[in-house]
């Protein structure tokens, strides 16, 4: 009996921590910036998400994103229009953005930081991610605030790299209802 018992241990000890696999509910994907010194507002429509966390797990834990550059919308045609040309997304050239985290890292019980790369365009930027993390009964929420440099990734670059034409900080905003994959 006792060596059953510790082959039983042995065996949860030996058998690898997975991170639990969570799929988006609902979700907003929002950015915002200013143009000509007036705020705006956007959103994007359309991106998949595949997150495997667990706060006791982190170095199981991991988010992965790709978002669908085309799918912007800032309720401006006009600027949607210029925001998907060439001189922005070039979205005809490269019509995804892809996010990943590699360390994830506890701040508390429910705030975390990622070590993260961010491509558009087909640049790759390194960037810390601060986000929270809360589990519910229906599964749990993810929330992130993160400012990037547009310039970073070529976006607006040449004649509209004027910071007073196009701000070059943009604020993106995560909210993720998230439920476990069964």
């Known amino acids: 009996m006792i060596l059953r018992i510790l082959g039983f241990i042995a065996l949860l000890v030996s058998s690898p921590?997975?991170?639990?696999?969570?799929?988006?509910?609902?979700?907003?994907?929002?950015?915002?910036g200013q143009q000509q010194g007036e705020a705006f507002d956007g959103r994007f429509d359309r991106f998949s998400a595949t997150i495997q966390f667990d706060a006791a797990q982190l170095t199981e834990s991991k988010l992965d994103v790709s978002i669908d550059l085309s799918s912007a919308d800032s309720q401006n045609s006009e600027r949607d229009d210029t925001l998907k040309g060439d001189d922005f997304f070039a979205i005809e050239r490269f019509p995804k953005a892809h996010f990943v985290t590699s360390?994830?890292?506890?701040?508390?019980?429910?705030?975390?930081?990622?070590?993260?790369?961010?491509?558009?365009?087909?640049?790759?930027?390194?960037?810390?991610?601060?986000?929270?993390?809360?589990?519910?009964?229906?599964?749990?929420?993810?929330?992130?605030?993160?400012?990037?440099d547009r310039l970073a990734f070529d976006i607006g670059a040449g004649d509209w790299a004027d910071d007073g034409m196009i701000g070059h900080s943009v604020e993106v905003n995560v909210d993720l209802n998230l439920i476990a994959k069964p």
């Open 17 to 32: 921590a997975f991170a639990a696999d969570y799929v988006v509910r609902t979700g907003t994907l929002t950015f915002s």
């Open 103 to 148: 360390v994830v890292r506890a701040i508390d019980a429910t705030q975390f930081e990622a070590d993260a790369t961010l491509t558009i365009r087909d640049k790759s930027v390194a960037l810390k991610f601060p986000f929270t993390f809360e589990r519910d009964a229906n599964g749990a929420r993810l929330k992130a605030r993160v400012t990037l």
